[in-house]
Nanobody, 122 residues
Framework: QMQLAESGGGLVQAGGSLRLSCVAS????????VTWFRQAPGKERDFVAM????????KYADSVKGRFTISRDKAKFAVYLEMSSLKPEDTAVYYC???????????????WGQGTQVTVSS
């Protein structure tokens, strides 16, 4: 079965940086996209960033444009989310998901990691 694992979360001060990783257990990636979502307590799970496995058409939520960068390493079956200039409102559990389309809607994804907590203090 496909399995995703996120790591890299932690506690940082506002203005700091973190790098999140999402690693797939499958040797060959057979999905169109890997997408990051986040969910704060009491809030819905929101789209953050998306990258196709082939090509360069990345997509970001408006709230993170210019601060977050999504990238991939095919040899490592990994996708990364570099986060800089972090704000307290970025505090959430961050999830990666693999999908067969280019959707920003969580219901369109079937494979999820367990999430990694990001906490940004002021």
């Amino acid at each position: 079965q496909m399995q995703l694992a996120e790591s890299g979360g932690g506690l940082v001060q506002a203005g700091g940086s973190l790098r999140l990783s999402c690693v797939a257990s499958v040797r060959t990636f057979n999905f169109l996209t890997v997408t990051w979502f986040r969910q704060a307590p009491g809030k819905e799970r929101d789209f953050v960033a998306m990258i196709p496995w082939e090509g360069d058409n990345t997509k970001y939520a408006d709230s993170v444009k210019g601060r977050f960068t999504i990238s991939r390493d095919k040899a490592k079956f990994a996708v990364y989310l570099e986060m800089s200039s972090l704000k307290p409102e970025d505090t959430a559990v961050y999830y990666c998901a693999a999908g067969n389309g280019y959707s920003v809607v969580q219901d369109d994804y079937d494979f999820w990691g367990q999430g990694t907590q990001v906490t940004v203090s002021s």
